[in-house]
């Protein structure tokens, strides 16, 4: 069985930082396929935070880039997300996804996997 289990999230005042963890479990893991993270605000949109691929190749949304890094520990089968400079906008709810694909898709529907997600809450 499948499992995508975030942690790490909360709530933080602006110009913070935040680390959210995923902890994966029942397939290949997080080196074997592609990860990502995304987001989403009640009545928008699901957006694309970051991901990375079978060979580490990395990409960002450009609301977050400079700022957020994404990264993985093979060991561990964690995939974990390092949130700097954070700004209200950046609240949402955060999901960890698996593609079970070694490139990262286009389309977030193709992601075969997902977290319950964790609530992140910047505050001004």
């Known amino acids: 069985q499948v499992q995508l289990v975030e942690s790490g999230g909360g709530s933080v005042r602006a110009g913070g930082s935040l680390t959210l963890s995923c902890a994966a479990s029942?397939?290949?893991?997080?080196?074997?396929?592609?990860m990502a993270w995304f987001r989403q605000v009640p009545g928008k949109e699901r957006e694309g935070v970051a991901s990375?691929?079978?060979?580490?190749?990395?990409k960002y949304g450009d609301s977050v880039k400079g700022r957020f890094a994404i990264s993985k520990d093979k060991a561990k089968n964690n995939l974990y997300l390092q949130m700097n400079a954070l700004n209200p906008e950046d609240t949402a709810m955060y999901y960890c996804?698996?593609?079970?694909?070694?490139?990262?898709?286009?389309?977030?529907?193709?992601?075969?996997?997902w977290g319950q997600g964790i609530q992140v809450t910047v505050s001004s």
């Open positions: 996804a698996a593609a079970v694909t070694i490139w990262c898709p286009e389309s977030e529907v193709s992601y075969k996997y």
């Open positions: 990375m691929d079978a060979l580490d190749a990395t």
């Open positions: 029942g397939f290949g893991g997080v080196d074997t396929t592609c």
